[in-house]
Every structure is written in structure tokens, then in C-alpha cells.
């Protein structure tokens, strides 16, 4: 069983930035974010494959976030600028065994605990 670690989350006025972190207890193919707000569904952010080279993001995030892993650590990360009240959610990381280019939570194996990123106006 993979265990995923969130952190990075907190409270930012809007044009502002967070950085997202994600510990995984081992290594995995294919990371992502997700995030949810309050009576929403949970939906696709970023993910990003092992080698590193294939990300892909939201339309509604692209240009603003980045998503990276450093694979000695097992970890991945979230940067996020030019921060938006709509971004306000919890944000939750998610892993797969095998490489997936899926933005379809029902894809990942593994899931966070979450973390709240609220952005106020």
C-alpha cells in the first residue's frame, strides 16, 4: 500500500502563490493533483509521468501551475501562481502503478488525505 503525504497548503490572497508538496511512501509511475471544492465533484489538476517529460494540466490552471517530481524523494510538487478565488479547494494527490495519461480520478490507485488552499479576494 502507497501512502501519499500533502503539505504546502494555507490561506493566499488572490495573484499569489503556493507551492503543494506530495511525499510518496514508495515509488510511483504516474502523479497527479485533483482537487475538490465544497458540493463539487473532484476534479483534474496536473499530472505528470515518472520520466518527467509528459505532463498535462487543466485548462483552467495552464499557465499558471506547474506540476515537476524529483524521483530520488518520490515526491511531486504543485506550484501555483497568479492564484484565483475558483481555486479555492482541497487539493489531493494521487498516484498510479503503471503509467497513465488518464484525468479520470477512477484511474489512480493511490490517494492523499488532501490539503486546503484558500484563496481570498
Known amino acids: 500500500q502507497v501512502q501519499l503525504v500533502e503539505s504546502g497548503g494555507g490561506l493566499v490572497q488572490a495573484g499569489g502563490s503556493l507551492r503543494l508538496s506530495c511525499t510518496a511512501s514508495?515509488?510511483?509511475?504516474?502523479m497527479g493533483w485533483f482537487r475538490q471544492a465544497p458540493g463539487r465533484e473532484r476534479k483534474f489538476v496536473a499530472r505528470?509521468?515518472?520520466?518527467?517529460?509528459?505532463?498535462s494540466y487543466a485548462d483552467s490552471v495552464k499557465g499558471r501551475f506547474t506540476i515537476s517530481r524529483d524521483n530520488a524523494k518520490n515526491t511531486v510538487y504543485l506550484q501555483m501562481n497568479s492564484l484565483k478565488p475558483e481555486d479555492t479547494a482541497v487539493y489531493y494527490c494521487?498516484?498510479?502503478?503503471?503509467?497513465?495519461?488518464?484525468?479520470?480520478?477512477?484511474?489512480?490507485?493511490?490517494w492523499g488525505q488532501g490539503t486546503q488552499v484558500t484563496v481570498s479576494s
Open positions: 494521487a498516484a498510479s502503478k503503471l503509467t497513465i495519461y488518464s484525468i479520470s480520478y477512477a484511474a489512480y490507485d493511490y
Open positions: 514508495v515509488s510511483s509511475s504516474t
Open positions: 505528470i509521468n515518472r520520466g518527467g517529460g509528459t505532463t
